[in-house]
């Protein structure tokens, strides 16, 4: 799906954490109101670069294992009480994880090749970007539940990948916001789990 968002999108523009972008225009029926989903997974893409510079240069891992845990089985928790099957928004949810790891490891590589361009500030996890990926988890789920059904038919990969070149294009994601968004789609559709 990665490659169809690409090929829609051709090259988006570079988006950092950093970067002023314009507010995402309206999406069109066209996705179904799978724009909701994906516009959220680019929002959660492009914290990943506070995630990785509140880490970077720190004892800090990328992975963590305990509070990945912990989001999975709020997560869980959670969908059960909205009517959704827990361990497919879990997948959904383990998607989103290992999307934003993916981003946070390819801004690394990117830091550690161009010193210059090292982060200059070291947000705060607690207090700054904790509080706004938990507000994102309340909306993917919220999204999850609004488009149950539409992430149940046949032609949900073709709508996704329609909806995810439109929030790539939408939140100016560069290559690596890019692949990143392609990682956090597979579990979306019923299909795929």
Known sequence: MATAATLALGPAGPATAHTQRPAPARQSTTAHGLASVTDLFAQR?????????????????IDDPAREAQILADVRSRAAG???????????FRDQIEANKLVQRGLYA??????????????????EVRPALDRITTGLLAALAETDR??????????????????????????????????ALPSVCAGSR
Request: a neutral charge; glycine letters at 8%; charged letters at 25%.
């Open 110 to 127: 990117r830091w550690d090749a161009n010193p210059g361009e090292r982060p200059t500030e070291r947000p705060d996890l607690a207090k």
């Open 150 to 183: 539409d992430r149940a038919v046949p032609s949900c990969g073709p709508r996704l990948a329609v909806a995810a070149g439109w929030s790539a294009y939408t939140h100016r994601l560069d290559a690596l916001h890019l692949e990143g968004l392609g990682r």
């Open 82 to 92: 909205l009517g959704l099957a827990p361990d497919a928004v879990a997948a959904v």
């Open 45 to 61: 893409l492009l914290l990943a670069d506070k995630v990785a510079a509140a880490k970077y240069g720190t004892d800090t891992p």
